[in-house]
């Protein structure tokens, strides 16, 4: 009887070794005649843990990590002389994938099959619920396909937190020949891994929800825009769309119905501000990257000037657990009016790293603590950056803040995409505040005067500031900066860097003051 071996194949798990441990359980294998499959499944997210392996048994799976590849001939040795009664008493052995505490408190909706499929394997897909939300579509007018969206209280996940079906009925409800559905896969911010992870661990997912969408604004043609440092994803996802393309569930006539909807994916242009939706969309169309005024809105006016739907790629994986399971179902997650589950990546100074899917609600302590295991020097937490580079400064004092869209408003932070870096009580703030600046300067389309000249002369006066030039003086010019940029702005790019330099002057004072008895900053 063939024993199944799971390995991911994700980027994550092959930077540490996934890859060479594969190999080594083939070969070893095949030297002591042993009966065995080895699947490259998708990562868990549980990043703390890889390399991990899965060993069938039974319909269940034991899991052992993180290994080397000198483990895996190891437990090769054992399994071939013991079984898997020698198996389970290995020092690697984790137990089953429900004995993992990290992984069963989590409440995965969106990533309920990363980790269990094949992700090149249409029928794996299939086995495990997939498609299950299309064959509804399909049998469903647009219009109620978009109530079906709206009902669930689905939010963009992509940072800015638009209510999904309002956007989607914005483009069923504007006329035109030609519609588009774009997704924005240009994961730039610092901390987060979400977008790639599904990509690599469940792409036909993706798939289906843009496809359900297509069927609810009447497009014909998506494109999903993919970050260029993703070749592992770009790789998954062209196999993925040949696949739902030979399985008619994507193409000419889909499934029989009438509907056609055609994917194609673009390598985005390595730039940050192209994961701003009009800048994308000047880069799908060949331009540089830049931001454009609105109105007119995407959704009338996007793509080669057509009605577009643009959304990131866990907001359209989600669509395919509200149409499969109904928005009802859906409703039951969350907090306020932040409905569903937060994908949170945990990074940074953290020691249990990776993807922790909860619903909108649980708190920033419990999440860096409970399941990051708080930091991996071992020093105490600082400072929690949520919402990647342009995201707040989160003291210890807001710790217990909830994790919802308003609650964060209310602090003066964002969830952005999900991303929370930790820092420990070695960093220094004014250099973190001097870093959001210089990011903007760097990464700026240069359209618009605040952003461009802001950010430069924000580097400038932090700079200042570290020297004690006037400090005090400096400081307010920095605070009065700040707010030409948030105000100013033409897009979130420089709107948003203040919010991070606020942050740590407001939460973390004392390290850009200056002492003049010795002549350093304390």
């Avoid at 843990?49 to 040795?77: H, K, M, N």
């Avoid at 499969?324 to 994908?343: D, H, V």
């Avoid at 430069?456 to 030039?469: A, T």
Wanted: hydrophobic letters at 40%.
């Amino acid at each position: 009887m063939t024993t199944r071996i799971y390995i991911p194949a994700d980027t994550t798990a092959c930077a540490l070794g996934a890859d060479s441990v594969a190999v080594e359980i083939a070969v070893q294998s095949q030297i002591r005649g042993l009966d065995i499959e080895v699947i490259r499944n998708g990562s868990r997210g549980a990043f703390w843990l890889e390399p991990l392996i899965e060993i069938e048994q039974d319909g269940g799976r034991i899991v052992f990590g993180p290994i080397s590849r000198g483990d895996a001939t190891g437990i090769l040795e054992v399994f071939s002389e013991e079984g898997y009664d020698g198996l389970i008493q290995h020092e690697l052995c984790l137990g089953s994938v429900s004995d993992i505490e990290w992984l069963s408190r989590q409440d995965r909706l969106t990533f309920a099959r990363a980790g269990w499929t094949d992700p090149r394997q249409l029928d794996d897909y299939k086995l495990h619920g997939g498609y299950e939300g299309l064959t509804r579509a399909l049998e469903m007018l647009p219009a109620d396909i978009v109530e079906t969206v709206k009902s669930s209280g689905l939010r963009g996940r992509g940072g800015a937190a638009f209510p999904t079906g309002i956007k989607w009925q914005t483009v069923l409800d504007t006329d035109a020949e030609q519609k588009y559905v774009t997704c924005n896969a240009d994961e730039g911010d610092s901390g987060t891994f979400a977008d790639r992870l599904l990509m690599e661990a469940d792409p036909f997912q993706l798939i289906e929800g843009m496809t359900i969408c297509a069927l609810a604004v009447g497009a014909t043609m998506g494109y999903i825009y993919l970050r260029s440092e993703y070749p592992r994803a770009l790789d998954t996802l062209n196999h993925a769309i040949a696949s739902a393309q030979g399985a008619r569930l994507l193409g000419d006539d889909i499934c029989g119905s009438g509907h056609s909807f055609h994917i194609e994916v673009r390598v985005g242009a390595g730039a940050y501000i192209c994961g701003e939706e009009t800048s994308m969309l000047d880069s799908l169309e060949g331009k540089r990257g830049m931001v454009r005024f609105k109105p007119p809105l995407p959704a009338i006016e996007g793509l080669f000037g057509k009605p577009t739907v643009v959304n990131n790629v866990l907001t359209l994986a989600a669509v395919t657990t509200v149409l499969a399971q109904g928005p009802e179902f859906y409703q039951e997650y969350g907090s306020g009016r932040s409905r569903g589950t937060l994908t949170a990546q945990l990074a940074g100074n953290i020691r249990r790293g990776g993807l922790v899917e909860v619903p909108f609600g649980a708190s920033l302590r419990e999440l860096f603590e409970g399941y990051g295991g708080g930091t991996a020097s071992g020093r105490p937490v600082r400072a929690i950056q949520v919402g990647g580079p342009l995201g707040a400064y989160v003291p210890e004092s807001q710790w217990d803040t909830r994790l919802d869209y308003e609650a964060f408003g209310e602090i003066g932070a964002m969830l952005g995409h999900g991303g929370i870096v930790v820092f420990d009580d070695s960093v220094d703030m004014l250099e973190q505040a001097r870093f959001a600046m210089e990011f903007c300067a760097v990464e700026s389309c240069g359209k618009c005067t605040p952003c461009r000249i802001g950010s430069v002369r924000g580097v400038e006066l932090i700079d200042r500031i570290r020297e004690s030039k006037n400090s005090a003086k400096q400081l307010n010019q920095l605070e009065d900066l700040c707010e030409t940029m948030d105000s100013g702005s033409l897009c979130a790019m420089g709107g948003l860097t203040p919010m991070p330099v606020r942050s740590a002057v407001k939460h973390f004072p004392m390290d850009f003051e200056y002492n003049d008895q010795r002549g350093v900053k304390r």
